[in-house]
């Protein structure tokens, strides 16, 4: 007996190392959570390059803010501190078009998303070696979609305005303004799939854009509560729910928003593309190992088929000289008997090698 009545049993097998992949897997947003911690610091330094990045894009936004919205509040010409709160207005407004993001600098964005999305999927990524990586190798596509977000959305905006100062209680131009609105959302969620899939997939401009709109509408639910959320979270730093110091949303916007924003996106967006993108696309190379399987199955065949063919034509030898010798005046023997035989045989296999 082993051991002292079954104690200090050296012998005995251990439960072993546990396999990972058998323990129950996390809630997806507890995992989010654990990535936030982890990667706290890094989301703060990708937040501050991204900014520095993207001062074109809040140079140009703000300008076409004071275009489409002269004055927000009536009294900011004549009232210094009105006119500092309008400016503040814009600019928060400007903040969730660049957050989405509809109003970047393609390249950053590129290489930001690429970022993120690695921390989505719990992969290690270079600060800095990585994002200008992805940024110069996707700039030429990035700098077309950022353009064409720019103006579409300059558009969309002023047509918007346009349907509600000239509305005036007109049914059709207010069924215009919800039309209008409709797409205009659609567009901001669309946006939230455009860049993951530009720095994951090999896709035309054109693809892009035709695979955001089907994922915009087919998940239309779930993607205006994540829109819905990237608002609050937005309008909550800025004070506009809570009241409290604009200057606090200006120092989290520089800080930390904008990776935050970027972050829920896309760990909400990265595996609606799992499921219907990547999985997708390894089903062919599934279908050609199963065509290649059967290849060598049939070309095994044809060798059994080829050793078959040898050994009658062995067995056809063999018969041919015990007739030679047969014609020579030889009694045939119980050999050629057996031959004969054997050649009986080989026809009989023969016909169930054709069944």
């Known amino acids: 007996m082993?051991?002292?009545?079954?104690?200090?049993?050296?012998?005995?097998?251990?439960?072993?190392?546990?396999?990972?992949?058998?323990?129950?897997?996390?809630?997806?947003?507890?995992?989010f959570f654990e990535i936030l911690q982890r990667k706290f610091w890094n989301l703060i330094k990708i937040n501050l390059m991204f900014n520095i990045?993207?001062?074109?894009?809040?140079?140009?936004?703000?300008?076409?803010?004071?275009?489409?919205?002269?004055?927000?509040?009536?009294?900011?010409?004549?009232?210094?501190?009105a006119l500092v709160s309008?400016?503040?207005?814009?600019?928060?407004?400007?903040?969730?078009?660049?957050?989405?993001?509809?109003?970047?600098?393609g390249p950053a964005q590129a290489g930001f998303t690429y970022i993120l999305r690695n921390y989505c999927r719990e992969e290690h990524a270079f600060v800095w070696g990585d994002f200008k990586e992805n940024a110069l190798k996707?700039?030429?596509?990035?700098?077309?979609?950022?353009?064409?977000?720019?103006?579409?959305?300059?558009?969309?905006?002023?047509?918007i305005r346009a349907y509600i100062l000239l509305g005036g209680g007109n049914i059709l131009m207010t069924i215009g303004t919800t039309l209008m609105i409709m797409m205009f959302v659609i567009f901001m969620i669309m946006h939230m799939y455009i860049?993951?899939?530009?720095?994951?997939?090999?896709?035309?401009i054109k693809q892009l854009y035709k695979n955001a709109l089907i994922f915009s509408i087919i998940?239309?639910?779930?993607?205006?509560?994540?829109?819905?959320?990237?608002?609050?979270?937005?309008?909550?730093?800025?004070?506009?729910?809570?009241?409290f110091?604009?200057?606090?949303g200006l120092i989290l916007y520089a800080f930390l928003t904008v990776s935050l924003i970027g972050m829920i996106t896309n760990f909400y967006v990265y595996p609606k593309l799992m499921k219907f993108m990547i999985r997708e696309e390894e089903k062919p190379e599934t279908e050609d190992d199963d065509e290649y399987e059967e290849d060598e199955d049939e070309e095994e065949e044809d060798e059994n088929e080829d050793n078959e063919d040898n050994?009658?034509?062995?067995?056809?030898?063999?018969?041919?000289?015990?007739?030679?010798?047969?014609?020579?005046?030889?009694?045939?023997?119980?050999?050629?008997?057996?031959?004969?035989?054997?050649?009986?045989?080989?026809?009989?296999?023969?016909v169930k090698r054709y069944f």
């Open 311 to 350: 050994e009658d034509n062995e067995d056809n030898e063999d018969n041919e000289e015990d007739t030679a010798e047969y014609d020579n005046g030889e009694t045939p023997s119980d050999d050629r008997d057996t031959g004969s035989n054997d050649e009986g045989g080989d026809s009989s296999s023969e």
């Open 86 to 105: 309008d400016i503040f207005l814009k600019f928060i407004l400007l903040s969730v078009l660049l957050c989405i993001p509809m109003v970047t600098v």
């Open 195 to 204: 860049y993951p899939m530009l720095v994951t997939f090999n896709l035309t």
């Open 2 to 31: 082993a051991g002292f009545f079954g104690f200090f049993d050296y012998t005995k097998p251990g439960p072993g190392v546990p396999n990972p992949e058998d323990a129950p897997k996390k809630a997806r947003i507890l995992v």
């Open 219 to 243: 998940k239309l639910l779930p993607n205006a509560g994540i829109l819905l959320l990237c608002l609050f979270i937005i309008f909550l730093t800025f004070g506009m729910i809570i009241p």
């Open 138 to 159: 996707n700039f030429k596509q990035s700098m077309i979609i950022s353009a064409i977000g720019f103006f579409i959305t300059l558009l969309m905006i002023w047509s």
């Open 245 to 248: 110091s604009q200057i606090i």
């Open 53 to 81: 990045f993207n001062i074109p894009a809040i140079i140009l936004g703000m300008f076409a803010a004071l275009f489409l919205f002269p004055n927000i509040i009536p009294e900011a010409l004549a009232d210094a501190d």
